[in-house]
Nanobody, 119 residues
Framework: QVQLVESGGGLVQAGGSLRLSCLAS????????MGWFRQPPGKEREIVAH????????YYTDSVKGRFTISRGDAKNTVYLQMNSLKPEDTAVYYC????????????WGQGTQVTVSS
């Protein structure tokens, strides 16, 4: 059974940093793309960043470029999202997700972790 478990969310002041972690288990994820999404209050879910399992290719939405970094842990099936210079508009539930590189739809989702940035 595939599981994606996020951790690392919390409350932080504007300008601060958080690192989210996503622990993936239940299958081999080589050939997969790991994504971080977020859903702000009252808004639709949006892609934040993604990374190929090999780590060779990354993508960031414009609003987080230069502030967020997605990476994969070497020793564990873990994907990280380092978030720096946080802004109140980054407040959202953040989700980890996975899709095969040959598809567009993310098949596996975590339960989400809340990030709240106070002004």
């Amino acid at each position: 059974q595939v599981q994606l478990v996020e951790s690392g969310g919390g409350l932080v002041q504007a300008g601060g940093s958080l690192r989210l972690s996503c622990l993936a288990s239940g299958r081999t994820f080589s050939g997969y793309v790991m994504g971080w999404f977020r859903q702000p209050p009252g808004k639709e879910r949006e892609i934040v960043a993604h990374i190929t399992w090999t780590g060779g290719s990354t993508y960031y939405t414009d609003s987080v470029k230069g502030r967020f970094t997605i990476s994969r842990g070497d020793a564990k099936n873990t994907v990280y999202l380092q978030m720096n210079s946080l802004k109140p508009e980054d407040t959202a539930v953040y989700y980890c997700a996975a899709r095969h590189i040959s598809t567009r739809e993310y098949r596996y989702w975590g339960q989400g972790t809340q990030v709240t940035v106070s002004s």
